[in-house]
Nanobody, 121 residues
Framework: QLQVAESGGGLVQAGGSLRLSCVASGIVNISVMGWYRQDPGNRRDFVASITSGGSTFYADSVRGRFTISGDIAMNTVYLQMNSLKPEDTARYYC????????????????WGQGTQVTVSS
């Protein structure tokens, strides 16, 4: 069964840290795994991504504070978030680019349900 599952969100004080996890199942030939975040009423913004070759990319707003890592071969990616700020408060979503193993016709982006991160000032 195809599934993208995030975990690790929570409430933390400004300056604190959280580590998010994302595990994908039912998806093969994964090329990219990434994190996005969204406030209610706002668009979903890119945070960070990692490719199957190990290249990483970050939004300017998180570079130097967040670190993405993982093992795409194991369908797992993490987001270590340090020096958190109130403006990092959002629902964080994992996106996986790959093939549905049941119907491997074309590469698509598959989203999880998200995990809430709240940073108090």
């Amino acid at each position: 069964q195809l599934q993208v599952a995030e975990s690790g969100g929570g409430l933390v004080q400004a300056g604190g840290s959280l580590r998010l996890s994302c595990v994908a199942s039912g998806i093969v030939n994964i090329s990219v795994m990434g994190w996005y975040r969204q406030d209610p009423g706002n668009r979903r913004d890119f945070v960070a991504s990692i490719t199957s070759g190990g290249s990483t990319f970050y939004a300017d707003s998180v570079r130097g504070r967040f670190t993405i890592s993982g093992d795409i071969a194991m369908n797992t990616v993490y987001l270590q978030m340090n020096s958190l700020k109130p403006e990092d408060t959002a629902r964080y979503y994992c996106k996986v680019n790959g093939l549905d193993e049941r119907i491997p016709l074309e590469t698509k982006g598959y989203w999880g349900q998200g995990t809430q991160v709240t940073v108090s000032s």
